[in-house]
């Protein structure tokens, strides 16, 4: 079996070099849009990455599965490099509440307009702090929690923030996004 075009995934001893060396890899070739998807960079290469200059064109960040939990999270929230981002896709990354924090509060994200935290352990804590911080999201037009622990309180709170704010795609429940139409 061929496994060459296959991702590598790289644990918490690979280096700076190595992860410049990923992203070159995965970066399109107008420095614009870079797919890290399931490279299991984890919180060091979230860190490395919020610090590359050369990503400072960057708009569309696919960083699903690389388990870079709420530190990771904390890095590319406030890394003054990645400030032109319209698109982040961190689903499965358990960033938990305390992730979900440093994504809400960041002033560095605000250009976003579609936000992916699918499947990241986030409850209603972590929802009712982000509804506080949504309207301050000027440009977010879609936010995807589905398959977190949100309960009826926390989806409350983000759909009445939804009203204060230009989002306009909310999804929360598991169902909503893969309706097919017969």
Request: proline residues 2%.
């Amino acid at each position: 079996m061929d496994t060459s075009g296959n991702k590598t995934a790289f644990g918490q001893e690979r280096g700076m070099a190595a992860t410049e060396s990923i992203v070159r890899m995965n970066l399109s070739k107008d420095g614009k849009t870079l797919d890290l998807t399931a490279t299991y960079l984890k919180e060091y290469g979230a860190k490395d990455i919020a610090r590359m200059e050369f990503l400072r064109p960057l708009t569309h960040l696919a960083f699903g599965t690389n388990l870079c939990g709420p530190k990771g999270a904390k890095y590319i929230a406030q890394s003054d490099v990645l400030v032109n981002l319209t698109s982040l896709n961190m689903f499965y990354n358990r960033l938990g509440n305390e992730g979900m924090k440093y994504i809400a509060v960041s002033d560095n994200l605000l250009s976003l307009q579609n936000l992916v935290l699918t499947d990241n352990e986030i409850t209603d804590e972590g929802a009712l702090l982000f509804a506080k911080f949504m309207p301050l999201f000027t440009n977010l037009v879609r936010l995807d929690l589905r398959l977190n622990r949100l309960k009826d309180e926390g989806k409350n709170a983000l759909k009445e923030a939804q009203k204060m704010s230009s989002v306009k795609h909310l999804l929360l429940d598991k169902v909503e996004g893969f309706q097919v139409k017969g």
